[in-house]
């Protein structure tokens, strides 16, 4: 099976080129592909040096799946191209998620609806994926009304610069600025452009996204977006209405159940989701349950989960797992 990684030499595609290996996706050949300017250059996988190549080259080897993280413009130009050559794409970018016939998928909750003639597929944005990996189950049941998020959001979702920014604030040198203002100890609510209703890019994803992986409109969400200062990880307070009342035992079974999701919630010992349990693994977690003593069938959860892996590369890799499990690819 020849696989593409594009965007191979960015935070998110070093991380699906690692889970390809360790999650022992049956790649026969790797195409990894970067910039012209990275052309030449190697990439390790498998023991192997895996010479990096340009988007055209790996478009004219044909490969099977291509696995897209380069931005939106890449992915705008060269998905329908690597499509109508017969390949599958999976694109990590927010330029095909709310395109009507493109499907957005986290497979625990809707793979059911990906066929052998999806050839572009969606991966969701990053807080996306943990917020409807922890509200999925419970809507479901309960039936969401309203959801108000705020987000507490890594460094590594801006990317390599923002990281390097905030090592250097921490170091107090001077290097190249991802953020208009410093990252170190300070806390932006700022996460990608602004819009003219006033709420960031991001912000809007986190109101559309889940509405079409669920395939309901019957709820609303209303997200506000900051950057903080950990380098890897995502963390969001949820509060969410329901249509029908619950019981918190009811809510820690269904979570507890909920493939991918690992709950976290002993007060007494202290016990809750953060950045730094969550780096590096593949769960979304979730603690701080807790009944809305101000408002009635109302909820607060905390979700954290590691942004660069169930929030992009996890994802995008078990959507290509899916997709060969059913005999798609």
Known sequence: MKVAVVGATGMVGQVILHLLETRSFPVTTLIPVASNASAGRVVRFKNQNVPIVTIDEALAQKPVLALFSAGGDVSQEWAPKFAAAGTTVIDNSSFWRMDPNIKLVVPE????????????????????????????????????????????????????????????????????????????????????????????????????????????????VSATAVRIPTAGGHSESVNVSFERDFSLDAVRALLQNAPGVVVQDFPETNTYPMPAIAHGKDDVFVGRIRRDLSQERTLNLWIVADNLRKGAATNAVQIAEHLVSKGFI
């Open 109 to 220: 909750l809707n793979a059911a609806v990906l066929t052998k003639d999806d050839k572009i597929i969606a991966n969701p944005n990053c807080s996306t994926i943990q917020l409807v990996m922890a509200l999925g189950p419970l809507h479901k049941v309960f039936g969401m009304k309203r959801v108000i998020v705020s987000t507490y959001q890594s460094v590594s979702g801006t990317g390599q610069k923002a990281v390097q920014q905030l090592e250097n604030e921490i170091k107090g040198v001077s290097g190249p600025m991802a953020y208009p203002y410093p990252i170190h100890k300070n806390a932006l609510p700022h996460c990608d452009v602004f819009l003219d209703n006033g709420y960031t890019k991001e912000e809007q994803k986190l109101a559309t996204e889940p509405q079409k992986i669920l395939d309901d409109t019957s709820f609303m």
